[in-house]
C-alpha cells in the first residue's frame, strides 16, 4: 500500500550541541500522572470487559479524569488527612448491547481504586479517596465511525514522537524511576509524589527535585533533612551510571526551617492537601515534558487503543522513532516523526507521515531514506497491535 511518507533533513541544531536545553518529569504520584493513570487504567479495564464479552475492543474515552485535592494536617510523627482526596472519571464508553447493559461504571471504579492503591503505598484508599464515576454513551457520530469493519480515524489529529533521548532526557527520567521504583523501598520516608526538573546550560546538568515526604516515617526536622541529603546523595550516585557530565541536584527547596516549613505529607502525596490533577497536563507519551522538541498536547492516557489517533500517533511516533536509530545503527544523530490523521480515513493511512532526520557527520540523507520509509511503513502495517502493546504493558502512555 502506498502512504504518504516524507522523509526530508532536519535542519536544527543537534539537541546536544544547543547551550542551553530543559526536561521534566511527573513522577507516579503527582496529581497530573495520577489522572493519566487513572484513565489509562479504567481504558485498560473497559478494553478487557468488551474482549471478554463481545471479542473486541468497542468506542469508550476515559480521557477526562479530574483529581480534587483534599485536605490534610501532616506533623512529624504522623498526621492526618481531614478531607478525602475526590476523583471524578469522566468520559463515553459503550454502555449496552442489544440491550443488555454493562457494568462499565463498576468496572471503571474498581481499576480506579486498584490503580491508586498500586502507586500509592500511604493512601488508605477506603478513607482517604472518594471515586465518582459520570462516563456516559458516547455520540452516535463517533460510535459510528469506530463501528466500521476497517478502523477509522476518530479525530482528525496529529501525534509526535523523538528518538534518541539526550543525556538530560534521559537522566531526567531515570533519576524519578530511581526514586519512585527503587529507593522508595530502602526509604519508606519518600513518597510518590516526586518531580525532576532538568536543566542543561553547555556540558553541566541540573536537577531540581520535589519529594514529597511521608510524615509518619520521620520524627524532626533533623530526621528530615538527613532524608533529603539522602535522597540527594543517592540520586547522584545513580547519575554517574546515566552520563559523564557532571550532574549537580537540589532537593525540596522550597523549605524553610525558620519558618517550619517542609515537603511533608501524610500520604506521599501531594493531592492530599488541594493540589488538583487533571489528564494530559503531565508527560508526553514517551514519559517527559520537552519544550526543545516536538510536543503533541493531546492527553494520549485513557483515549481508546484502537482508533482514537490522539493516543495511536503519539505512541507510533515515538516507536517508528525509535527503530529508525536502532536501524540506522549509529548514522543518524536524531528523529523527528510527525503523523497527521483526518477523521473517517483509515488509520493506517495517515495524511502525512513526516520524519525529519539529522544524519551523522559525514553521512548523507539518501543513505538513511529507504530505512526509515521502511521502518515507518513496517508500523502501519502493525498499526493494530497497538491495543495488544498497551494491554500487556509494553509501552507507556505517560
Avoid at 475492543?57 to 488527612?81: A, C, M, W, Y
Avoid at 491508586?116 to 455520540?139: L, N, R, Y
Avoid at 488541594?274 to 508526553?284: P, Q
Amino acid at each position: 500500500m502506498a502512504r504518504n511518507i516524507q522523509v526530508e533533513p532536519l535542519r536544527t541544531v543537534h539537541i546536544e550541541d544547543q547551550q542551553v536545553e530543559l526536561v521534566e518529569r511527573k513522577g507516579l504520584g503527582h496529581p497530573d500522572s495520577i489522572a493519566d493513570g487513572v484513565s489509562e487504567s479504567v481504558s485498560r479495564a473497559l478494553s478487557r470487559m468488551y474482549l471478554d464479552e463481545f471479542g473486541k475492543i468497542l468506542h469508550h474515552n476515559t480521557d477526562e479524569t479530574q483529581v480534587v485535592g483534599g485536605g490534610s494536617d501532616p506533623k512529624f510523627g504522623g498526621g492526618e488527612v481531614t478531607q478525602p482526596i475526590y476523583m471524578l472519571l469522566v468520559g463515553r464508553a459503550t454502555t449496552e448491547v442489544n440491550g443488555e447493559k454493562l457494568p462499565y461504571r463498576d468496572v471503571a471504579i474498581e481499576a480506579a481504586r486498584k490503580y491508586v492503591q498500586s502507586v500509592c503505598a500511604h493512601v488508605d484508599i477506603d478513607k482517604h479517596v472518594e471515586f465518582d464515576c459520570k462516563i456516559g454513551q458516547g455520540s452516535v457520530d463517533l460510535r459510528g465511525v469506530f463501528e466500521q469493519k476497517s478502523v477509522l480515524a476518530n479525530d482528525t489529529s496529529f501525534g509526535v514522537g523523538f528518538a534518541p533521548f539526550s543525556d538530560t532526557e534521559r537522566v531526567v527520567l531515570e533519576s524519578e524511576r530511581f526514586l519512585t521504583l527503587k529507593l522508595k523501598k530502602k526509604l519508606p520516608a519518600l513518597g510518590e509524589d516526586v518531580k525532576v526538573m532538568g536543566y542543561r546550560q553547555g556540558p553541566k546538568i541540573h536537577l531540581t527535585v520535589a519529594a514529597a515526604l511521608v510524615d509518619s516515617e520521620i520524627d524532626s526536622p533533623s530526621e528530615y533533612q538527613a532524608v533529603c541529603e539522602e535522597i540527594h546523595d543517592k540520586l547522584a550516585d545513580q547519575a554517574t551510571k546515566l552520563t559523564g557530565r557532571e550532574v549537580t541536584i537540589d532537593v525540596n527547596t522550597a523549605d524553610d526551617p525558620e519558618l517550619g516549613r517542609y515537603y511533608l505529607t501524610v500520604t506521599g502525596c501531594s493531592m492530599e492537601a488541594g493540589d488538583d490533577g487533571s489528564v494530559g497536563r503531565g508527560n508526553r507519551a514517551n514519559g517527559l515534558i520537552t519544550p526543545c522538541r516536538p510536543m503533541s498536547l493531546e492527553a494520549s492516557a485513557g483515549k481508546n487503543p484502537v482508533n482514537h489517533v490522539g493516543k495511536i500517533y503519539n505512541i507510533l511516533g515515538n516507536l517508528i522513532a525509535n527503530d529508525i536509530v536502532k536501524e540506522t545503527g549509529g548514522n543518524t544523530k536524531e528523529v523527528h516523526v510527525r503523523i497527521l490523521s483526518q477523521i473517517g480515513k483509515p488509520v493506517d493511512e495517515p495524511q502525512v507521515a513526516s520524519i525529519q532526520l539529522l544524519p551523522a557527520d559525514g553521512v548523507k540523507l539518501a543513505a538513511l531514506k529507504s530505512k526509515a520509509e521502511g521502518v515507518a511503513q513496517s508500523w502501519f502495517e502493525q498499526v493494530d497491535t497497538i491495543p495488544r502493546l498497551l494491554l500487556t504493558n509494553k509501552v507507556s502512555v505517560f
